[in-house]
């Protein structure tokens, strides 16, 4: 029963992230009192409840302050704080910064970040980090709608699955993507937690005049996970909050690269990521 409600928790929160509920709304929809939940909570996953929900709430700010146009005001009311002085303060309690120094910041601080223990998968990823010489690649670009949110309203994952598809399935062994990602200009998109994707799907090559793009050297994060398309969006969102946070690394905000595996039999189904994030 404990893993359950702990679970439950968990569904809650992301559920709740911008409804203001509070933990006293959490035990009223479970039917245990507070006291038990923190218990049971904390001695799960050593965090209680409260500061669960609160931490979940301020990155949920981080990512619309990184990832989004909306003003200040619009994420303060989003995430139901009473006025701007209020949100300013809790969020300069979670990560330092005030919301605006947050955004501004050339580089991206995902070190203060609670990833969602909802979508946490125990996969060994392996990380590390290395360096990167300069390299040509030669493929298609993609134009593509991708989310920050945890949905599947977006078409640059059904872009990756295809084509990594097809050209594992044609014998490539090796193939690689360039993507980076951009704040789209429409305010409605913003408000749909939607991104604008350029990505593009090849092979590593010498010659730089038969390539289609340079993939820049320099520092990266690396990591590796394997997982059946089905969990790969889930698995790369969660993924990227989780390996920034837990080692204090900072988002350069520069093109990632994506080195993917497979075989022809079974590529329609599983695939495995070696993932490259630029870090400072």
């Known amino acids: ?19 203001g509920k509070n933990i006293a709304d959490l035990a009223l929809s479970c039917g245990y009192t507070r006291r038990t939940l923190e218990l049971w909570f904390s001695g799960t996953y050593g965090i209680s409840p409260g500061q669960y929900l609160f931490k979940r709430r301020m990155t949920r700010a981080a990512v619309l302050l990184r990832l989004s146009s909306l003003s200040v005001t619009e994420i303060s009311t989003l995430l139901n704080h009473s006025n701007n002085q209020n949100f300013a303060r809790a969020f300069k ?7 605006t120094e947050y955004r501004n910041s050339k580089e991206w601080d ?7 223990l909802y979508y ?3 996969i060994d990823t392996n990380i590390t980090l290395c360096s990167l010489p300069d390299r040509y690649l030669k493929g298609d670009t993609y134009l593509c709608h991708d989310s920050y949110l945890y949905n599947e309203k977006n078409t640059l994952t059904q872009q990756i699955k295809e084509g990594v598809i097809r050209l594992i399935t044609n014998g490539v062994k090796d193939v690689y993507l360039k993507g980076v990602t951009s704040i789209p200009d429409s305010l409605m998109k913003n408000r749909e ?19 289609t793009t ?3 050297g320099g520092k990266f994060c690396r990591y590796f996970f394997q997982c059946c398309w089905d969990e790969y969006y889930y698995n790369t969102n969660h993924f990227f909050i989780q390996m920034m946070s ?13 080195h993917y595996t497979g075989h022809k039999e079974t590529i329609g189904h599983e ?10």
């Open 93 to 99: 309690r979670f990560a330092g910064k005030s919301p």
């Open 110 to 116: 995902l070190s203060v970040m609670q990833a969602s």
């Open 214 to 216: 340079l993939m820049p």
């Open 246 to 258: 837990e080692n204090n690394f900072r988002f350069t905000g520069k093109e990632c690269y994506v």
């Open 120 to 122: 946490k998968v125990d």
């Open 193 to 211: 937690g939607r991104l604008d994707a350029k990505i593009t799907l090849g092979e590593i090559i010498d010659d730089e005049e038969q390539s």
């Open 1 to 19: 029963m404990r893993q359950v409600v702990c679970k439950h928790i968990l569904f809650w929160v992301e559920e709740n992230l911008y409804t």
């Open 271 to 280: 695939v495995s990521c070696e993932v490259f994030v630029p870090v400072k």
